[in-house]
Nanobody
Framework: QVQLVESGGGWVQTGGSLSLSCAAS??????MGWFRQAPGKEREFVAA????????YYTDSVKGRFTISRDNAKNTVSLQMNSLKPEDTAVYYC?????????????????WGQGTQVTVSS
């Protein structure tokens, strides 16, 4: 049985930092990443990284502030979030893709975690 279990998140003031982690079990994945969903908005891509660690991709709004990393030995993916802004407030979801067509589309990710809340106050 495949499971993605997130940890981390919480509350922080503007400019602060938080770290998210996701532990996967049941199989390995071509790519793992993070999406987020704010109230009343669609789920959006944040960042992803491939198994080979050669390719990572970020949405423009987080470039230079967020860093995605992956530990293949532990089958985990992490997201270090710095210089947080109120607009980063959302539920963050870990996601995993089993195909090379990982990209930024929600539909390219077959497995999802339960989500963890990140709140950035102004």
């Amino acid at each position: 049985q495949v499971q993605l279990v997130e940890s981390g998140g919480g509350w922080v003031q503007t400019g602060g930092s938080l770290s998210l982690s996701c532990a996967a079990s049941g199989r390995t994945f071509y790519a793992m990443g993070w999406f987020r969903q704010a109230p009343g908005k669609e789920r959006e891509f944040v960042a992803a990284i491939t198994w080979s660690l050669r390719n990572s991709y970020y949405t423009d709004s987080v470039k230079g502030r967020f860093t995605i990393s992956r530990d293949n030995a532990k089958n985990t993916v992490s997201l270090q979030m710095n210089s947080l802004k109120p607009e980063d407030t959302a539920v963050y979801y870990c996601a995993a893709s089993t195909t090379p067509n990982w990209g930024s589309k929600v539909s390219n990710y077959a497995y999802w975690g339960q989500g963890t809340q990140v709140t950035v106050s102004s």
